[in-house]
């Protein structure tokens, strides 16, 4: 028996888990088995977190036409049957921001992030989708959906553009999907880039 469709419910949006089965105590998550959906409530989560999560139960029967059976579960309580539908099913601790590098997006929306180094550590952090936020002192990464930018402003430290080259091939490997991985020196962008914002 295949596993259900799990999403996670992060920052307004619903994305899907690559590796469903572990279930983060702060979140909630819809689970999408078919017949049946399930509400799973993380008894650390938040108000906002709990509607969005029934909403969305709601669309997803809305979908099949009223067929679908929705049942709540909190978190700590689950049934031996709803266990039963993960391979290895585990609570955790890990936090959002975390669980993010094992989820696929379920839109296709593009992400811009920003490489810099400071003192001996690279930092890594996501960056509004403008061109204002390119910086000419910085690497920054572009995830288009089916290409991945690497941006190299003309103020960047060699080490910078190296890190910016490494965490593109971490992040094109964490992300679902092929994508071409592009670098990009600041004063020569193609067209197709700047499309992208």
Known sequence: M????????QKGRLVRMKDPGAF???????????????????????VDEKFLTAASAVFKDT???????????DGGQEPEAFKALFDDFHLTDEDTEGILKKVQLETHEHKLWRVHREGDDTYFAEVPVTRESLKSDDVFL??????????RGTKASAREKFDGTILARQYDAERVGVQEIELIEEGHEPDEFWRSF
């Not at 099949?64 to 929705?70: L, N, Q, T, V």
């Open 2 to 9: 295949s596993e259900p469709t799990v999403f996670h419910v």
């Open 24 to 46: 983060g105590r702060g979140d909630c998550y819809l689970v999408d088995a078919g017949p049946k959906i399930y509400l799973w409530i993380g008894p650390n989560s938040s």
């Open 63 to 73: 979908e099949r036409k009223g067929h679908a059976d929705i049942d709540r579960i």
């Open 142 to 151: 572009l995830d288009a959906w089916d290409d991945i930018y690497v941006w």
